[in-house]
Structure formats: C-alpha cells, structure tokens
Nanobody, 124 residues
Framework: QVQLVESGGGLVQAGGSLRLSCAAS????????MGWFRQAPGKEREFVAA????????LYADSVKGRFTISRDNAKNTVYLQMNSLKPEDTAVYYC?????????????????WGQGAQVTVSS
C-alpha cells in the first residue's frame, strides 16, 4: 500500500511558477513509476507527466512540455512537479499517482494509487 499526499498548490498569476510536491508513505517508493494528472472543471482527467523508478526517464504531455518538469527524490519518498510559465488553462486539480509497472504511463488506469489532489489556479 502507498499513500500519496500532494502539497504546494495555490493561486498564481499567468506567467508565474508553482512547485507541487507529492509525499509517499512506505519503504518501496523507489520501486514505483510516478505520474501527475490534472482535471479541470467539466473536463476529463488528463495526463501531465510521468517519471520512471530511477528518475532517468520522463514523459510529458505536449501541452506542458518545455514548461513543466517532473523529478523525484527517492531518499525523501517525494515526487515534484515544477510548473513554470503558467497559463490560465493550466487551472485544475492536480493529482499524483503511483504504479508498480506501466507500459503506458500516460494512461490513468495504469496507476494503482492516487493522492487527494491539489488545486492550482492561474489567473489571467
């Protein structure tokens, strides 16, 4: 079992930055692929970014590529999402998720554990 707790959300003006953190319980954090997803009001959940166990490979949605960076610190059982050049369309609840294995880390159903979500609001 893995419990995930997001933090770092908030209100920011367009062009600003935020860093989300996701702290994981348990001693096997390094064995999990980690992902970030988001869901805006009235829209379906969408993939944002993913990172493999060692952190050596990352994957991004086209909409955030070049602006967001996913990273992890296995010693701290934490995954991060650095968000720069934020746009109003980035406004959503952001969720971190964990899976023991994944062939398609951009697919939400591949993940076994989810956090409660963190609200990110970008004003224009």
């Amino acid at each position: 079992q893995v419990q995930l707790v997001e933090s770092g959300g908030g209100l920011v003006q367009a062009g600003g930055s935020l860093r989300l953190s996701c702290a994981a319980s348990g001693r096997t954090f390094s064995s999990y692929y980690m992902g970030w997803f988001r869901q805006a009001p009235g829209k379906e959940r969408e993939f944002v970014a993913a990172i493999i166990r060692s952190g050596g490979r990352t994957l991004y949605a086209d909409s955030v590529k070049g602006r967001f960076t996913i990273s992890r610190d296995n010693a701290k059982n934490t995954v991060y999402l650095q968000m720069n050049s934020l746009k109003p369309e980035d406004t959503a609840v952001y969720y971190c998720a964990a899976t023991g294995s994944s062939r398609n880390p951009e697919l939400g159903y591949e993940y076994d554990y989810w956090g409660q979500g963190a609200q990110v609001t970008v004003s224009s």
